[in-house]
């Protein structure tokens, strides 16, 4: 750093030309609390000169208080960011660092090695160019460098260092990093990992990291900077076709159009032809417009507007690909997924998926099988948790464009939302897709639902009673559906207990099994709808998304969810089936409203408090209802 | 105020790469920053019903509001400049605060805590904290709540502090303004999820990856006008606890028989002029100040004297809702 510092203080002009043009590198370092990394990071930015004073004193005075090398400065603390954590004594997210040298600017990705924290490492590396992995000399390959290989992997990281750490702890042995050497390269090679470059090193020492060691004279290849200045990341992306997904349709008045987006694949140039999908319109580029004026090329990573010579319809969410090879589009795959939340996936529930600048509904089945992080075994499981990889297929609410992962990590990776609380609580990539949504087709029926509805005196719907167990939901239902009975209408009651002695009598009641039990009731309703009936529907139904579901699968103005809202303690208080009682005494797990939760509706249509009306003047309501709604006259 | 900004010609450097550049494909690490922060900017509009960006006046104000013009052109960057003004601003940032969003065409909104404006709260009876936390953070709320804004973006950079180096790029706030550390969502990619329940706000910061120098080099290529209070400059200071503060008005309180100091001095951070420390530099170019930075051994924060209580206390005042 010498050479830079006398070329800011003689020449600063030049000194910003030379770092102007530094090129960017990404890279994320993997390892336990023991490894050394925060140590190693530690020291890179303090080499890179980067630790100021006022950090340096902090860094002295947080030393001597809670280091860990007896007084002298712990690089480590230069990283921990949170108090909570730096208490705690492990960095339990991702933390990103900034430095640079006179060939690069680096970002690093730090993130914690423990079991738990999968989440943490494949944020981190979906961004990274590079992967460092930090294995204790003393230790070698242990359970969690083959999790963190796997990892770096599967998000597409090509270039692995392994940075065998802690020589001076082996008397700087050549025997002891060949061993680990050897048997690391075995265990790569069934990863798929092949660009793997191993550095013995002493992050606390300072050997190899940037100076080149005087310990290891068996040594010969780089020292880790060394190594991170001039790694050649050939960009496969800026290779391919080209790819911009549209983010932003730029109008600033009738004569003006154009597509705003990153482009993240491929080169463009004004008279390229160009396919717009999931459309396939296809036209030519006029122009490339930036604030900068207009460009004679743009190249994969930029920011810029596009114009094209014809007046198509392209709105955010499309993709513009290279005319002559554009992206798959199609609405059921295979994929890769990771969870990344608390509560656990549930299969067939309807969660948000954004891919690219488009987001869709998605469904995710049950997984093809789970992914031990630890030794690669392949395991059935019925749903992911918190920090399970799992192969999974997905089915879309409609068509979208995308790329392999492996081909193009842009458009090939995808985030999976939580519809009600809108957290980010998975992620994957995609493998391909599915063959079959374009193999299953609808049978086309003569006696469409319509014809059917003609037949009676009022039209078809579907009354959905929620609530608690004990809120009078079946009471309520029983008196509506003799009501109507009366008054001419087609009716069926279907009943949660009744419904699970039969037709659901293999669903249990954790929340997966809950929402399968919702989803095929939801269907049910839906046929018979379909069949011109109005349905009866009482079930608990506790999660907002499944009668969201069951709403969305029938017709505008034929779904009256009817909240039975009885407060918990009335319905406690009444357990007429005496299994409050038995919920409380531990004999019955996941009961709604005890240990399992209930997602009262926000917008029922029909809301009947049982502490104010009776049973008798809560059905009027809910006929009231389907009158006003015109499903009964 | 001619000699407020670097001087404005037409060409630009960073959007057009070097020819070297060019022929090898790739993009320099700023010309990275740039079309990331770009690519931010225009997912947070696309998925915002009523998107702010906050404008403090400093020069990574400066950095971001020429980014939106970017982002956006032609069109003009299609949300308003909201200004949580404080009354004790340096007078050369409201002078050049009006001229900026009147450059960029958009509409500008000055918001003042009006309970402050009531009970003069100022940090000289007051104290810092009181003062920063009812100006600047109440201030803060109260001019998203009061416009309903459900996006702001802001200009902090990962690098300032150690607690902001795991701040996402898109920050969800509890309909108080809160945030909290355990219920930040993973970012990867570049897929940024802005969805949000109601009553929830986001705070979007498109140049997280940015450092100091990059903020700087970037205002040099660019050629953006900046607050002349960074260069230096003879100015009227006095002595507070080995801090040096401007008397930018007669509101500063001097001691018996105490007079300014004229000292060449300009500043690195700006914020209230009674809470910015000043720094005695003969840098008044953009250059110099560069060249002082890279020389430099104190970190940028240091002129801000809400740091000084500790140093987890940029953590908690976050948590309690200040950018």
Request: with cysteine; proline share 5%.
């Amino acid at each position: 750093m010498a050479h830079a510092s006398e070329l800011i203080a003689d020449d600063i002009e030049a000194y910003l030309v030379s770092h102007q043009y530094k090129s960017l590198l990404r890279f994320i370092t993997c390892g336990s609390v023991d490894d050394g990394k925060s140590t190693l990071i530690g020291r890179l930015l303090y080499e890179s000169h980067l630790v100021f004073e006022d950090h340096l004193a902090a860094l002295e005075a947080d030393s001597a208080k809670v280091g860990t090398q007896g007084g002298e400065l712990d690089f480590a603390l230069l990283l921990d960011g949170l108090s909570a954590e730096r208490e705690q004594g492990i960095t339990i997210d991702v933390a990103y660092r900034f430095f640079s040298t006179e060939q690069r600017k680096f970002i690093v990705a730090d993130t914690p090695g423990h079991e738990q924290y999968t989440r943490n490492m494949v944020t981190g590396a979906s961004t990274a160019d590079v992967a460092v992995l930090m294995v204790d000399a003393r230790k070698g390959v242990l359970t969690q460098t083959r999790r963190h290989s796997f990892l770096v992997s599967l998000l597409g990281i090509k270039r692995v260092i392994v940075a065998v750490n802690k020589m001076d702890l082996v008397d700087w042995s050549h025997e002891v990093y060949e061993t680990i050497q050897e048997e690391y390269r075995d265990f790569a090679k069934r990863i798929g990992l092949d660009d793997i470059t191993f550095i013995p090193m002493s992050a606390l020492k300072g050997d190899n990291v940037v100076a080149p060691s005087q310990h290891m004279h068996w040594y010969h290849g780089p020292t880790l900077l060394g190594y991170l200045e001039t790694v050649e990341v050939d960009d496969d992306t800026a290779a391919g076709p080209l790819r911009m997904p549209v983010q932003w349709v730029n109008r600033p008045n009738l004569d003006f159009r154009g597509f705003s987006g990153r482009i993240v694949g491929g080169t463009v140039r004004p008279g390229d032809p160009v396919r717009v999908l999931p459309s396939g319109t296809t036209s030519t580029v006029d122009r490339i417009v930036t604030m900068d004026g207009d460009l004679d090329e743009a190249i994969a990573g930029q920011s810029v507007t596009l114009t094209l010579t014809d007046e198509i319809d392209a709105s955010r969410g499309d993709m513009i690909c290279a005319g002559d090879a554009p992206a798959e589009v199609a609405d059921q795959f295979e994929a890769h997924v990771v969870w990344m939340h608390e509560d656990e996936m549930l299969p067939g529930r309807p969660y948000l998926m954004k891919i690219g600048t488009r987001t869709v509904g998605v469904t995710i089945a049950h997984p093809k099988y789970r992914i031990d992080v630890n030794t690669l075994d392949h395991l059935a499981a019925p749903t992911l948790e918190l920090n399970e990889i799992g192969v999974c297929n997905l089915s879309l609410d409609r068509p979208v464009p995308f790329d392999p992962y492996a081909d193009n990590r842009e458009t090939g990776s995808f985030i999976i939302i939580d519809k009600l609380t809108q957290n980010t609580v998975g992620a994957g990539m995609l493998h391909f897709a599915l063959r079959r949504s374009h193999n299953i087709h609808w049978q086309e029926v003569r006696v469409d639902k319509a014809a059917r509805a003609d037949m009676n005196s009022h039209r078809p719907g579907v009354v959905w009673f929620t609530g608690l167990s004990g809120s009078g939901k079946s009471t309520i239902a029983n008196i509506v559906e003799s009501k109507l009975h009366t008054l001419g209408v087609r009716t069926y009651l279907l009943d949660g207990d009744n419904v699970r002695h039969g037709l659901n009598r293999d669903l249990g009641f954790t929340d997966a099994d809950r929402v399968e039990n919702i989803r095929r009731i939801a269907e049910v309703a839906r046929l018979m709808t379909d069949a011109g009936l109005v349905v009866l529907v009482s079930f608990i139904s506790p999660f907002r998304a499944e009668r969201d579901l069951a709403r969305s699968r029938v017709d505008d103005g034929e779904f009256v969810e009817v909240f039975v809202d009885t407060p918990l303690e009335v319905a406690e208080s009444r357990d007429p089936k005496g299994l409050y009682a038995k919920a409380r005494a531990g004999e019955l797990s996941n009961f709604t409203g005890i240990d399992s939760p209930y997602e009262a509706p926000e917008s029922a249509e029909v809301q009947l408090d049982t502490t104010a009306v009776t049973p008798e003047e809560a059905a009027d309501q809910v006929i009231a209802q389907l009158r006003s709604q015109g499903i009964v006259d | 105020m001619t000699d407020t900004s670097n001087t404005t010609n037409d060409t630009s450097t960073t959007s057009t790469p070097d020819p070297a550049g060019l022929t090898t494909g790739r993009l320099t690490h700023l010309q990275r920053l740039e079309a990331e922060a770009i690519h931010i900017m225009r997912e947070a509009v696309s998925e915002s019903e009523r998107p702010a960006m906050l404008y403090s006046v400093g020069k990574d104000s400066s950095v971001l509001l020429h980014l939106a013009r970017k982002a956006f052109f032609p069109s003009p960057p299609p949300f308003p400049l909201v200004h949580v003004d404080t009354t004790w601003k340096f007078s050369a940032m409201y002078e050049f605060r009006g001229r900026a969003a009147e450059e960029a065409g958009m509409e500008l909104i000055v918001h003042q805590n009006p309970e402050c404006v009531e009970r003069g709260i100022n940090p000289f009876d007051h104290g810092s904290a009181l003062h920063t936390d009812m100006w600047k953070t109440e201030g803060l709320k109260q001019a998203i709540d009061m416009n309903k804004f459900d996006l702001c973006f802001g200009g902090a950079r990962r690098d300032e502090e150690k607690s902001r180096a795991k701040e996402r790029v898109f920050s969800i706030r509890s309909p108080q303004h809160q945030w909290d550390p355990k219920r930040q969502r993973p970012e990867l990619w570049s897929i940024y999820n802005a969805r949000r329940s109601p009553g929830e706000t986001v705070r979007v910061f498109p140049i997280s990856n940015w450092t100091e120098l990059d903020v700087w080099q970037y205002i040099h290529l660019e050629q953006i006008p900046i607050v002349p209070l960074y260069f230096a400059a003879p100015r009227p200071v006095v002595d507070r606890d080995g801090v040096l503060i401007m008397v930018d008005d007669d509101r500063m309180p001097l001691d018996d028989g105490e007079v300014p100091m004229i000292k060449n001095v300009r500043f690195r951070t700006l914020g209230c002029y009674p809470l910015s420390g000043a720094i005695e530099s003969d840098a008044d170019s953009l250059t110099g100040i560069i060249q002082e930075m890279l020389l430099a051994t104190t970190s940028e924060r240091q002129g801000r004297i809400i740091d000084f209580d500790g140093s987890a206390s940029m953590e908690k005042k976050k948590q309690e809702g200040y950018f």
